[in-house]
Nanobody, 120 residues
C-alpha cells in the first residue's frame, strides 16, 4: 500500500516555527523529486517548494527565505521547516511525489495533508 503521511502541523503564533514531516511507505522516493503544496480555505492548491533527488531546492516567492525543504532518503522522509510564520501561511499542507518531467503540478502520489494554523 502506497502512502505519504504528513505530520507536524498545528496552531502557532505569528512569527513562530513548525517542522512538517512526510514519511513515504510502499514507494521509494530516494530517486525522485519531492514537493510540498498547500491549500488555504476556499483557495486552490498552491505549490510551495521542491527538492530534487540530488538535494537541489526551489521555493515559491511567498515562502522564500522563511521555509526550508530537505530530505532524508535513509528514512524515506521529506521535511518542511517553516520559520517566521504569517497568518497567510494558514493552510492544509500536502507532500507529493513529482512525476519525471512535467510541471511542478505533475504529481503521481499525494499525502492526506496536515493543518497549519497561524493565529494569535
Amino acid at each position: 500500500q502506497v502512502q505519504l503521511v504528513e505530520s507536524g502541523g498545528g496552531l502557532v503564533q505569528p512569527g513562530g516555527s513548525l517542522r512538517l514531516s512526510c514519511v513515504a511507505s510502499g514507494i521509494d522516493i530516494s530517486a525522485r523529486t519531492m514537493e510540498w503544496f498547500r491549500q488555504a480555505p476556499g483557495g486552490q492548491r498552491e505549490w510551495v517548494a521542491i527538492v530534487t533527488a540530488g538535494g537541489s531546492t526551489v521555493y515559491a516567492d511567498s515562502v522564500k527565505g522563511r521555509f526550508s525543504i530537505s530530505r532524508d532518503n535513509a528514512k524515506n522522509t521529506v521535511y518542511l521547516q517553516m520559520n517566521s510564520l504569517k497568518p497567510e501561511d494558514t493552510a492544509v499542507y500536502y507532500c507529493a511525489r513529482k512525476t519525471p518531467g512535467g510541471s511542478y503540478y505533475s504529481v503521481d502520489y499525494w499525502g492526506q495533508g496536515t493543518q497549519v494554523t497561524v493565529s494569535s
